[in-house]
């Protein structure tokens, strides 16, 4: 157990660097990885939720309650930034319907799981964190669908429904099983909770390379102007996640927890939905696997940047 606490730092501390060359390698070798298949995903996505499920408590809940106002902003600017800041991008840079339904799906899904992680190095508002995501992740079975119907439904054929029970299925099911564990097994939990990221830093890792290296060759050709369209959208949450803050007067560690939750997305889940409604578009799935690889590494020099200026004033 020690030896696998010690690798699991090791990967906690690196997984920007981890993801980043696991991409590269599954684009420019793709045959290293094949036998990562994209069938995969949905599997590797339901063990990444339950081990978020294993973290939360009925404490985690507790702001929702305590402080509706600020889930509500955080939640409200998570359903509206991304999605429209998506259908902006896909229309400004002239994206393909194969390659707009990507990048609308990453706009549409809730938050990313490692922004909790993100907001605590920023010296942000853990708490709130926590409950944006639980709550826009409880949210997105009915918002998910909603959204992709609105902002993708004249382009391509939207399945609301069958999308309704994918993130039901990959998404809730897992989390509440965990949860329950954690709450009926708690000595189990206690016992495995310190190698969780190191299975979900693997479980991102095998989507990122079965996504990437299905697609190499569509990516050598139109790699830069997704990477480019990726950058714009998280870059773009993170600043009006963080102005919405301020023009409602949130003191600055809500700011940088509503930022970073804005910013960073579950994109892990546009790649499963991508995978399973938009099979007949294979370069769907890139964007969320080009936003997996990006966001840890902007999540953490943004993470970094706050916290140095916390620590200035």
């Not at 995978?275 to 964007?287: G, K, N, R, S």
């Amino acid at each position: 157990m020690k030896v696998l606490k010690k690798i699991t730092a090791f990967v906690s501390r690196y997984m920007a660097i981890i993801v980043i060359l696991v991409a590269a390698l599954a684009l420019f070798v793709p045959s290293s990885v094949s036998f990562l298949k994209t069938s995969y995903v949905n599997p590797l996505l339901g063990i990444v939720m339950f081990g978020m499920g294993l973290t939360l408590k009925p404490n985690d809940f507790k702001v929702v309650f305590s402080r509706p106002k600020d889930v509500i902003i955080g939640c409200i600017a998570q359903f509206t930034v991304m999605p429209l800041l998506a259908f902006v991008l896909t229309k400004v840079f002239n994206l393909s319907p194969e390659l707009a339904i990507g990048v609308i799906l990453v706009g549409t899904c809730p938050g990313g799981t490692s922004s909790n992680v993100m907001t605590y190095l920023s010296k942000g508002d853990v708490a709130l964190s926590v409950g944006m995501t639980a709550c826009s992740t409880i949210l997105a079975p009915v918002l998910t669908p909603a959204l992709t119907y609105l902002y993708a439904g004249q382009t391509v054929d939207v399945n609301v429904w069958s999308m309704f029970l994918s993130i039901v299925q990959v998404v809730i099911l897992p989390i509440v099983l965990g949860f329950l564990i954690n709450h009926f097994f708690k000595k189990f939990t206690e016992a495995v909770v310190e190698i969780l990221p190191l299975i979900s830093t693997l479980a991102i890792v095998a989507i990122v390379a079965a996504v990437v290296s299905a697609n190499s060759a569509n990516l050598m050709t139109s790699g830069v102007l997704i990477i480019v369209v990726v950058i714009l959208h998280n870059v773009l949450g993170y600043l009006l996640g963080y102005v919405i803050g301020k023009v409602l007067k949130l003191d600055e560690t809500k700011c940088r927890a509503i930022s970073i939750e804005v910013g960073m997305q579950n994109s892990g889940l546009a790649t499963s939905l991508a995978t399973v409604h938009f099979a007949q578009y294979p370069l769907a799935t890139i964007p969320g696997a080009v936003f997996s690889v990006w966001h840890n590494v902007s999540g953490a020099i943004l993470a970094n940047f706050f916290a140095r200026t916390a620590d200035k004033k």
